[in-house]
C-alpha cells in the first residue's frame, strides 16, 4: 500500500485579485480533476542512491523543489498528487509510484515527476508501461551516466532492467561523459542498442534535434533529467555532481524543446539533494527547469 505525503504550497502574492503565482492555482489531485492538465507527484527516496554508494540527501528533493516552485508566475490550473514515501523496500516503493503514474495518466493527465534519486526513473516507467501496454515507447535522458550495471536494483540499474525486461522499448540518453562510464558499461550499451550521445557530440552537432525527430515516431515516450548531467557549480546538490555538464542554459534549452513534442506523456527531474546543495542552487534550477517545461508546453 503506497503512503502519500500531501505538500501545502505558500508564497508570496503580488495581487490578491489575480492568481498568478504557482500557490495560487495548483490545488489537490483528486479522481475530479480535469483531464489535459499538469500533476505533479514526488518521489521521496534515495535507497537506490545508497544502495549504489551514492551521497544520499535526495529524499528531500520533492519537498524543497516544490518550495522553489510555489512563487513562480503561472495563472493555468495545475495539480499536484502528493509524494510516495519510500523507505529501504526499494522494489515496492517503485511499484507504488508507478500505481500513481498510470492512475494519472489513465485520467489523461500529464506527470511530472519530483525525484527522489534517479531510481525514481523505474517506478516512472513501471506508470508508463501499465498505461500503455502495447505501445512502442522510447525513454529520452539527459545523463552523464548510463545507469546500465546489472546487479541489484539501485539508482544505477534501472535502464539495464528494464531493457532487459521489455522489448518495446527504446533508450535514448545525452551527455554521456567518459570519465563517468567504465568499458563495460560502453560495451553494455552497444549489446542493448542504445542510442547515446555524448557531451561533446551533443554540444558540437545537431544530435538532439536528430533525436528529437526519431522521438517523433514513436508511440509514446517518456523524459528523465538527472540533475548529475548539470555541472556542478550550478548543481552542487546531487549523488554524483558532475565538472562537465550541461550548463543551465543549455539544459533550460533543451528541456524547452522537450517539452514541445507531442508524443510526450511524462517527464521527471531527479537527484536533487537538498543537505548537499549551496544556496538552494540545484533545487531553485530544478524548479526553473520544471516551470520551463510547463510554460514552453503547447497543450497537456
Same mark, same amino acid.
Given at each position: ?6 505538500? @501545502? ?20 489531485? #483528486?479522481?475530479? %480533476?480535469? /483531464? ?8 521521496? #527516496? ?7 554508494? &551514492?551521497?544520499?540527501? /535526495?529524499?528531500? &528533493? ?14 493555468? *490550473?495545475?495539480? !499536484? ?7 529501504? !523496500? ?5 511499484? /507504488? ?13 500529464? *506527470? ?18 501499465? +498505461? ?22 539501485? #539508482? &544505477? ?24 562510464? %567504465?568499458? @563495460?558499461?560502453? !560495451? ?16 558540437? %552537432?545537431?544530435?538532439? /534535434?536528430?533525436?528529437?525527430? =526519431?522521438?517523433? =515516431? ?14 556542478? $557549480?550550478?548543481?552542487?546538490? @546531487? ?20 517539452? =514541445?513534442? $507531442?508524443?510526450?506523456? $511524462? ?6 539533494? *537538498? ?6 542552487? @540545484?533545487?531553485?534550477? +530544478? ?7 510547463? %510554460? ?5
Amino acid at each position: 500500500m503506497k503512503h502519500i505525503e500531501h505538500h @501545502t504550497f505558500t508564497g508570496r502574492t503580488d495581487n490578491p485579485d489575480v492568481k498568478e503565482r504557482v500557490h495560487q492555482v495548483i490545488s489537490q489531485w #483528486s479522481e475530479e %480533476t480535469p /483531464a489535459g492538465v499538469p500533476v505533479f507527484i514526488g518521489f521521496r #527516496s534515495d535507497e537506490g542512491v545508497r544502495r549504489n554508494k &551514492g551521497r544520499t540527501g /535526495a529524499f528531500d &528533493g520533492p519537498v524543497k523543489v516544490r518550495q522553489k516552485m510555489a512563487s513562480l508566475p503561472y495563472t493555468e *490550473p495545475v495539480y !499536484d498528487y502528493g509524494s510516495v514515501v519510500g523507505d529501504e !523496500d526499494l522494489e515496492s516503493s517503485q511499484e /507504488a509510484l508507478g500505481e500513481c503514474v498510470r492512475e494519472v495518466l489513465a485520467c489523461d493527465q500529464f *506527470p511530472l515527476i519530483i525525484g527522489g534519486g534517479h531510481e525514481t526513473l523505474y517506478g516512472h516507467y513501471l506508470g508508463v508501461r501499465n +498505461a500503455y501496454p502495447d505501445k512502442r515507447i522510447a525513454v529520452v535522458n539527459f545523463d552523464a551516466h548510463f545507469d546500465l550495471r546489472d546487479e541489484r536494483p539501485s #539508482s &544505477g540499474t534501472m535502464f539495464h532492467q528494464i531493457l532487459s525486461e521489455d522489448r518495446n522499448i527504446d533508450y535514448h540518453v545525452l551527455g554521456i561523459q567518459s570519465s563517468g562510464n %567504465t568499458r @563495460t558499461l560502453f !560495451d553494455t550499451a552497444d549489446a542493448l542498442g542504445v542510442h547515446y550521445a555524448m557531451m561533446d557530440e551533443v554540444r558540437s %552537432t545537431d544530435v538532439y /534535434a536528430r533525436t528529437l525527430s =526519431k522521438l517523433s =515516431k514513436y508511440d509514446a515516450v517518456f523524459g528523465t533529467l538527472c540533475m548529475d548531467s548539470v555541472q556542478q $557549480s550550478v548543481a552542487p546538490g @546531487t549523488s554524483m555532481p558532475a565538472q562537465n555538464g550541461y550548463t543551465a542554459q543549455e539544459i533550460h534549452g533543451m528541456v524547452a524543446q522537450l517539452a =514541445k513534442l $507531442s508524443n510526450l506523456v $511524462s517527464f521527471d527531474i531527479s537527484e536533487v539533494a *537538498p543537505a548537499l546543495d549551496t544556496d538552494d542552487r @540545484t533545487s531553485s534550477l +530544478a524548479a526553473s527547469l520544471f516551470h520551463t517545461f510547463m %510554460t514552453e508546453r503547447e497543450t497537456f
